[in-house]
């Protein structure tokens, strides 16, 4: 007990320790003080129970601003289109701006809809609202496009307000000729904030001839010197138009380019162009030569560069003359030959992924396979995607290796290798026969169907259960034999630890159609449990489908039972305004949106009082995309033991430093938290904003791919 005791205090006096350099440099930072009254308690806890439409629409008609607002976006997340009716009633005759925008807000998310429509169109009349007119793009169908086009010039509404309205009809592909003349004629406002929303609109459409016929106006963009965003899209817009001429246009871009948001966008839509060129060549090559192991920055234009690289290699668009070249420079980079020490692991192993795949001996799949052994998590991975994409059963035959000998913490990325590796030996005939003859295609089924026997590690045991499911490895006359393997799974994964893992062997027993009795008998008792005793409706369903696929009779489809923590308002309402990233690179303050997401705000920070982000890897880095971590495993398909829902409001993924929870869809968030490079309106209304920086967000730029976080410390 003694001891027990001593480890206690020396932790606060460390966590004291680690917060003292905090409070010395730190803001001044209060309480939160959201106060909620008895009502919106009411709506919160409806919302997160996603019942109770006509009881939360009564509250629309209320006096106070706030509560009539919660109501609405209440209704908004629980997406039962019925409540449609009373929003409808309510905005024909609301008065209060901050009402109606909750009010289009929720019409917006239960999407188009012609009743919708034309409410919001009459309340445009009256007020022309940034909310209103995002609410007419979301509810528009396409046989309305000309009347709304006809609306919005007739009206005149501010610049902001139809660029806004410009995101939403180019997030649903449906920019017609009149509203691609509006993204033209925005290009002269004085606003940043009007001209990229104006050129991101193109950036979504699929009409390339439309994008043809305005490329001189996406040019402009392009070289817009105010708006680092503006020439980010024009890139990615220029990427979808596939002729020389836009072709030129990138590469000229990308020779003058010193932003390296816009550098990276650039390379994702080189990587578009028709075919690989010696210009092509050279600016990427560039791109990767500059890169230094002190810069991640630079790290993150390499990285682009490599993937525009690898993909025009796999899309078959390099000549052989071309490839040739591409050998020569990137054979620079192989471990043995030790050029380019001044780079990072992570591009240096990186550029073994296109070599991979360029004329591969047996020499270069030994030194690939070697960068395994550094049990470096960069060199790790890149390896074994190089390995995976190699066409050759030594290659096979290291990653299987590699499996075998990995930490918890690595075997997740030869597993993704292997499966790679074999999804591109089923287009190989040549190589399928020689996997076959070595009768390597059964020891990889045997495998995939055992590891969940070895480990309870969410990442390996999912992947495993994933990987498996393909009647190339297990043949219909098979799958019985098969099966036996997951009757001891059954007991191994229950609920709610296992929730992840469960999920997984649910779907393969659904696949591989079991005939044993153990099989009904057990899901049977899952889908029981998970109605009355877990209130899991993803598991239910899950179980349910699998009991139909094994012709098990008697079995109606139920909605389980919301099983929900009491909420702790006295803590929601004592919450601090901000929490703090404790990184490499300093304190990232993160102003907490807890009026808006008060749920998801208290799960963070119940989090991180229990210390649950300390060491978090950052386990996901798209470049001039997001950062992502907040998970133990590190892998990315770990989490809490719980799961919390979705808190959708009107707020937007509009600038760099805006906070997300990550998810698998709907209502699945855990602790996995992810923060913008830039702006991301394609995630407005799926992914819950529960902050934004307040403070270094240029630093979020220097966060490197599995890089670890110190913490995040919940202030008080």
Request: overall charge neutral; aromatic content about 8%.
């Amino acid at each position: 007990m003694l001891r027990i005791e001593s480890l206690k205090l020396s932790m606060k006096v460390k966590a004291l320790l680690l917060l003292l350099p905090i409070l010395l440099v730190m803001p001044s930072v209060s309480r939160s003080h959201v106060k909620f009254s008895d009502a919106e308690r009411m709506i919160i806890r409806l919302q997160d129970e996603r019942r109770g439409i006509e009881t939360i629409a009564k509250f629309l008609d209320a006096k106070e601003e706030k509560v009539a607002w919660r109501a609405a976006v209440a209704l908004a997340n629980i997406g039962d289109t019925n409540s449609r009716v009373p929003l409808i009633a309510r905005l024909n005759r609301e008065a209060r701006p901050y009402v109606i925008d909750g009010i289009a807000f929720a019409l917006g998310v239960l999407k188009s809809n012609k009743n919708s429509y034309a409410a919001l169109l009459k309340c445009a009349e009256r007020e022309p609202s940034e909310q209103v007119y995002i609410g007419l793009g979301r509810t528009v169908s396409k046989d309305e496009l000309s009347n709304l086009a006809t609306f919005v010039n007739d009206r005149k509404a501010a610049p902001r307000i139809i660029a806004s309205l410009l995101v939403e009809l180019g997030l649903r592909n449906m920019l017609t000729e009149a509203f691609a003349q509006k993204v033209d004629d925005l290009e002269k406002e004085n606003d940043p904030q009007v001209r990229w929303r104006a050129i991101y609109s193109f950036t979504r459409t699929d009409d390339s001839v439309l994008l043809s016929n305005h490329l001189t106006e996406i040019k402009e963009y392009l070289y817009d010197v105010g708006s680092a965003e503006s020439r980010m899209y024009a890139a990615t817009a220029l990427g979808k138009i596939h002729n020389d001429e836009a072709s030129k246009i990138l590469l000229t871009a990308a020779r003058s380019e010193t932003e390296w948001r816009v550098r990276v966008n650039i390379f994702n839509a080189i990587a578009k162009q028709s075919h690989f060129t010696s210009a092509i060549h050279e600016v990427l090559k560039k791109a990767v030569q500059e890169s230094t192991a002190d810069s991640n920055i630079s790290n993150h234009v390499a990285r682009a560069a490599l993937d525009a690289i690898d993909a025009m290699l796999v899309a078959g668009k390099v000549s052989s003359p071309d490839s040739l070249a591409l050998e020569d420079w990137l054979a620079e980079y192989e471990p043995s030959k030790d050029l380019h020490g001044d780079q990072s692991s992570l591009i240096r192993s990186q550029c073994m992924i296109p070599l991979g795949r360029l004329h591969p001996d047996k020499q270069r799949i030994k030194e690939i396979a070697s960068l395994f052994l550094t049990h470096d998590r960069n060199s790790n991975m890149n390896s074994s995607k190089a390995l995976g994409g190699v066409h050759d059963t030594l290659a096979f035959m290291n990653l299987f290796r590699n499996t075998l000998i990995s930490t918890p913490n690595e075997v997740h990325f030869a597993l993704d290798g292997l499966n790679e590796f074999w999804i591109n030996s089923k287009k190989d005939s040549a190589l399928y026969a020689d996997l076959s003859h070595r009768r390597f295609i059964n020891l990889y089924a045997t495998t995939l169907l055992h590891f969940p026997s070895l480990s309870y590690d969410p990442a390996i045991v999912t992947r495993a259960l994933e990987f498996v499911r393909d009647t190339a490895l297990i043949p219909d006359s098979t799958r019985d034999e098969a099966s036996q393997s997951l009757i001891q799974y059954c007991s191994k994964f229950d609920y709610p630890q296992y929730h992840d893992q469960l999920l997984s062997l649910i779907g393969t027993i659904t696949w591989m159609k079991p005939s044993a009795d153990t099989f009904k008998v057990r899901l049977a008792q899952i889908y029981d449990e998970a109605i009355s005793k877990w209130g899991d409706q993803a598991i239910a369903d899950s179980a349910y489908k699998a009991l139909q696929a094994l012709h098990v009779s008697g079995i109606s489809h139920q909605i389980a039972k919301v099983v929900r923590d009491t909420i702790d308002w006295n803590l929601i309402e004592r919450l601090p305004d901000t929490m703090v990233i404790q990184s490499n690179y300093d304190f990232i303050f993160i102003k907490l949106n807890t009026f808006e997401t008060p749920l998801t705000a208290l799960n963070m920070y119940k989090l991180a009082k229990l210390n649950w982000f300390a060491n978090n890897f950052i386990h996901r880095l798209v470049p001039n995309f997001v950062i992502q971590s907040g998970d133990l495993t590190g892998t990315g398909d770990g989490g809490p033991d719980h799961s919390i829902r979705t808190e959708i409001a009107p707020l937007q993924y509009d600038k760099t430093g805006v906070v997300g929870m990550a998810s698998s869809g709907k209502d699945t968030e855990g602790s996995q938290w992810f923060i913008t490079h830039c702006p991301t309106p394609h995630l407005n209304t799926r992914y819950t904003i529960w902050g934004e920086v307040a403070i270094g967000v240029e630093k979020i730029e220097k966060f490197q791919l599995n890089e670890r976080i110190e913490n995040i410390i919940a202030h008080r």
